[in-house]
């Protein structure tokens, strides 16, 4: 679990993270680790959870195969970066979108939010059902 380590883009993080550790997941936050121990982390996960953002760079570690879900604003549109990233390196990505309201893109980097946890169990549970 992708935790963002941060101030830009607070969610309720600690809310959708129980959903994932009561799975089984360990919450990092890559940008506290090195190279090397980011590079060992995802090229050793099955499953990858967190919001978008930078880290997500790190699919380039990962391997064929690994299931990922990645929670991203409506507002991001067809942003496609870390598909593209998956897409290259063969991992299965999938999105939950929602809403934040922001006018700008300045606002959208910076926007807080909250996401439903109910929607994200739904989706864990269906990548979990597909991981097996």
Request: glycine residues 8%.
């Amino acid at each position: 679990f992708i935790a963002r380590g941060n101030e830009r883009r607070n969610y309720n993080e600690n809310e959708i993270f129980e959903i994932f550790r009561e799975r089984g997941f360990q919450k990092v936050t890559l940008g506290e680790l090195s190279l090397n121990e980011q590079i060992s982390l995802i090229s050793n996960a099955g499953i990858i959870a967190g919001p978008t953002g930078a880290a997500w760079t790190n699919l380039i570690f990962c391997r064929e195969g690994t299931k990922c879900l990645c929670w991203m604003p409506e507002e991001y549109g067809e942003f496609s970066a870390f598909s593209n990233l998956a897409k290259i390196v063969g991992a299965d990505m999938y999105y939950v979108t929602f809403k934040t309201n922001a006018k700008s893109v300045g606002e959208l980097y910076s926007a807080n939010y909250s996401i439903d946890p109910q929607e994200i169990k739904q989706e864990l549970e269906k990548l979990l059902n597909t991981a097996h």
